[in-house]
């Protein structure tokens, strides 16, 4: 018989332990485990493009134009739908990706390091709100855009974070997010924190390496408009430190929870590298003037790994400005936190939270209390339209589905707890 407690607090103290830095950048194809030429990554488990969601074919259709491959939507949409692209999450890459998460061969990329454990994870920059890859949208001034963060954004920050790492001076994400959570971010739908002291960790060495300031001021004010920013980089942070979590014999805690608007898929510790997927939901969000409900595609997204990090949804009291974006209360941001103590293995003493007397965020999902409390997780999320090319609709609360939780409980009962 197993010791689940005990695996449960070995999962859940490598967690802990990591300490993810960023340590560089490259262009995806030639950076990323795997990625290969007329490869695409995408957000949550396993799809092909008979089942893609809206907003992941128009992220596959803008990536198809971005890297040359097709000079129209029309042409895109006919190119993926030949079986000429190959289609494998992020996940099976070490990788992460909001929303749709497309991610190209010549997309550039984030490195981050888990220095305790030595493994890496990579993750694209975050495009700013509006008609952007990863809500959907394909059009000329997605394409712009991209092309712009690949010629101008991307060459300004690698050459800071080389010369950050040089001087031993990795940007600290581990520690950017414990500060965060102290001035008001949640780490999900707020970043505002975040991105303000990613950028001033950063700043001197953009502007001892770039010498060009018309560039150097058009990163600057992309960055400061981009309150998002920082998302991408503490998903990152959150794959390199729950991959260390990953394969641990006898533990019930999840290591990654994914959607692709079809299909919520998690991960589970002890049982590997295999999926367990359902249906994945329809969020309750705000919507932005001109939209209704009928527009809202169902939850899509790798960001999910910052509740599974022990943030985002789990750290709401944190943020009561969030709930401005997303609706409710403080009051019920509070409540959202404290609901998620019942399903977690433990609390991080690095992230804490003000409001609740500097109390630890919940952290390490525990598969096995989800099914016997009937408490599934809580997300704040954006939401994208269900038509591709639309981009996003608004932002709000969702919950997990508990049949994916349901069918890993069986699997884990079956490889662990039968007679």
């Known amino acids: 018989m197993i010791d689940l407690e005990k695996a449960n607090q070995e999962a859940l103290s490598r967690l ?3 300490q993810p830095l ?13 990625m290969k030429d007329k490869m695409l990554l995408h957000a949550g488990p396993p799809l092909t493009w008979e089942t893609a969601s809206g907003p992941i ?10 890297e040359g491959w097709a000079k129209t939507p029309e042409e895109a949409e006919k190119l993926a739908a030949s079986g000429a692209i190959a289609f494998e999450p992020c996940h099976h890459h070490h990788a992460v990706g909001p ?5 190209s061969p010549s997309m550039p990329v984030f490195v981050l390091e ?36 690949e010629k101008v954004l991307y060459p300004v920050l690698k050459a800071a974070i080389e010369h950050a790492v040089e001087k031993g001076q990795e940007p600290d994400v581990k520690n950017m997010i414990a500060q965060a959570l102290h001035m008001g971010d949640e780490l999900h739908n707020r970043n505002k924190a975040g991105t303000s002291l990613f950028l001033r ?3 001197p060495h953009m502007v001892e390496t770039w010498k060009d300031s018309a560039q150097l001021a058009e990163v600057f004010r992309f960055i400061d408009k981009t309150d998002h920013f920082f998302l991408n980089i503490a998903m990152a942070a959150g794959k390199a430190s729950l991959e260390a979590a990953a394969g641990i014999e006898g533990s019930s805690m999840l290591t990654v929870m994914a959607r692709n608007g079809t299909e919520f898929g998690i991960q589970v ?46 750290a709401l009291a944190a943020a009561p400005a969030i709930v401005q974006f997303i609706g409710g209360t403080p009051k019920d941001a509070a409540n959202y936190t404290l609901e998620m103590y019942e399903i977690t293995a433990g609390e991080n003493s690095m992230f804490t939270i003000p409001g609740l007397n500097f109390r630890g965020t919940p952290t390490g999902i525990d598969l096995l209390k989800v099914v016997e409390t009937g408490i599934t997780p809580v997300l704040d999320t954006g939401a994208a339209h269900k038509e591709p090319g639309k981009g996003q609709v608004g932002a709000g609360i969702v919950r997990m589905p508990m049949d994916a939780f349901v069918k890993a409980a069986e699997a884990f009962a079956d490889k662990y707890l039968s007679e």
């Open 16 to 18: 802990l332990a990591a």
């Open 201 to 203: 960790a950063l700043a």
């Open 99 to 103: 929303m749709a998460g497309i991610m």
């Open 114 to 149: 888990n220095r305790a454990h030595g493994n890496k994870a990579y993750v694209t920059m975050n495009e700013g709100l509006g008609k952007v890859l990863r809500m959907g949208a394909f059009g000329p001034e997605v394409i712009e855009h991209l092309k712009w963060m």
């Open 57 to 66: 074919r128009g992220g596959v259709m803008a990536a198809c134009m971005y």
């Open 269 to 314: 510790s002890g049982l590997g590298d295999r999926w367990f997927t359902c249906e994945a939901a329809l969020p309750e969000v705000l919507l932005f003037p001109g939209f209704t409900r009928e527009d809202t595609n169902r939850d899509i997204g790798d960001s999910a790994i910052m509740e599974t990090y022990g943030v985002g949804g789990f």
């Open 22 to 34: 960023i340590v560089g950048m490259g262009i995806a194809k030639e950076t990323v485990p795997g």
